[in-house]
């Protein structure tokens, strides 16, 4: 009973002092070490640190560093060459000012789903909402909601083979790829997208009609925009993010499967299996190409092309520290005798592992702030379990991947999430002015798509 009570204690802790802005790599081990303690097992602080803690972390460092650096480089990238406003200029410009809720969330959506870093697309839309927003006299307050619907929803969990990190952890467990249930994604995605607009949408006019505009607003530090004549053309900018979603599966499903990879099996490479790490090398190689041609193609406009460089691979330190620090806190977790009742709870909420999953990985993300590592946290310790519950039921990985992934984008958003105080603080907007539409578009809005997309995979399995 005393390691159930250091658990919940330190996980609650976690929450309570990262939400008051305590960093996570600080925070993180003090916590997982503080739950060894109260379980009476001070004699093991320093085996639990050094062998539990920074092993699990040094592991997630090297399973998916590449993805985190490559993705930031990526977004660095798409931002110093002016792509990123060009899209979402076009699309203003297309969707039409009256729309425009609706032109910020394509706008996030679309650079999202090709790769772009959520905080890039962010700082990039940002001063064309606002400048839209107030022109036609829409209350900046919702804002931070479009931004958030675009960039960490439907993008994020939902789509087929977007490289969003988050759908990239669960491939090493179930042996799936980024395009797992492409069929269920979408139409999750789609609900999302469809019900998140639709909420923004009608409770911005309403605002107007009760006379709300876009309110008195000063020191707002909005950056210079380009003029759109120094911007590369649509096409032009939208081509790396169609690389990288078409070379994706291109790898996925034709270049890889064709090649000989019986070499996995020695012990040199982890004596391991193609499908195992396929969905993994296929992100990599898109993300690589995509930077290359962002390169070549855009050599004129570069002020200095190695500072951006530098800049991204920079940028993507911290994220990943943050989230392997959560890894290491979670495996520690899981590692004491006391977790045997937290897993037999989770376990025994359904004989459907998809609902088991969802709770598990919600939770864990909630209590974290962090889909990747409430999701990484949550598979590392039952994701071997789920596999061989589904496996005995006839259930494909496939839906254990997707309805993993949208789990780990509900609960995660809640007001401690680094993220979504991310958000606010680019928007210079509080909690108190915005997070309730970022809870409704991107917590109750997913679970509804969440709850769907389980239940269509119970009837009729994976699509």
């Not at 759109?228 to 499967?257: E, K, R």
């Not at 951006?308 to 911290?318: D, E, F, I, Q, V």
């Amino acid at each position: 009973m005393l390691g159930v009570i250091g658990i919940i204690l330190s996980l609650g802790l976690l929450m309570y002092l990262a939400y008051r802005g305590i960093n996570v790599l600080v925070l993180a081990p003090i916590m997982a070490l503080l739950a060894v303690l109260i379980g009476g097992s001070a004699h093991l602080l320093l085996p639990t640190y050094t062998q539990v803690f920074m092993k699990e972390l040094g592991g997630y460092l090297l399973k998916f560093f590449p993805l985190f650096m490559l993705g930031a480089i990526f977004g660095k990238l798409m931002d110093d060459s002016g792509s990123a406003k060009s899209i979402a200029h076009w699309i203003v410009d297309k969707v039409g000012r009256d729309r425009a809720i609706l032109a910020i969330v394509l706008s996030c959506g679309i650079l999202t789903y090709g790769g772009v870093s959520l905080f890039v697309v962010a700082f990039a839309v940002y001063p064309i909402g606002a400048a839209l927003f107030r022109e036609i006299g829409m209350p900046k307050r919702f804002i931070p909601g479009a931004i958030a619907l675009g960039s960490f929803t439907f993008t994020m969990t939902a789509f087929p083979g977007t490289p969003a990190i988050q759908n990239a952890i669960p491939s090493p467990f179930f042996g799936t790829n980024t395009f797992a249930a492409p069929g269920l994604g979408t139409i999750g995605g789609l609900i999302m997208m469809i019900l998140g607009t639709l909420w923004l949408h009608t409770r911005a006019k309403r605002a107007m009609a009760a006379g709300e505009g876009y309110g008195e607003h000063t020191n707002e530090n909005l950056n210079p925009d380009q003029g759109s004549d120094q911007l590369p053309s649509f096409f032009m900018a939208l081509l790396p993010i169609l690389l990288v979603i078409g070379l994706n599966a291109l790898f996925t499903y034709v270049v890889f499967p064709s090649i000989d990879a019986s070499y996995l099996a020695e012990p040199k490479y982890g004596a391991t299996k193609l499908s195992a790490v396929a969905g993994l090398w296929s992100i990599i190689v898109a993300l690589i190409i995509a930077i290359l041609f962002i390169v070549i193609v855009h050599w004129q406009r570069w002020k200095n092309v190695v500072e951006s460089l530098n800049a991204g691979t920079m940028g993507s330190l911290l994220p990943i520290f943050n989230t392997a620090s959560e890894v290491g806190y979670g495996n520690v977790i899981a590692s004491l005798p006391a977790f045997v009742v937290v897993k037999d709870a989770v376990l025994g909420v359904s004989q459907n592992p998809l609902v088991s999953e969802a709770v598990a990985v919600n939770v864990l993300a909630g209590i974290t702030g962090s889909a990747s590592g409430g999701m990484s946290i949550a598979l590392s310790t039952l994701g071997a379990k789920y596999l061989e519950l589904a496996n005995a039921i006839g259930l494909s990985p496939e839906l254990l991947h997707r309805v993993a992934v949208m789990s780990s984008g509900c609960f995660d958003s809640l007001p401690h999430n680094g993220a979504v105080i991310t958000l606010l603080g680019i928007c210079r907007l509080t909690h108190k002015q915005s997070y309730f539409d970022i809870f409704m578009v991107s917590v109750i809005i997913p679970l509804i798509a969440l709850v769907t997309v389980i239940t269509l995979g119970s009837l009729f399995g994976s699509f």
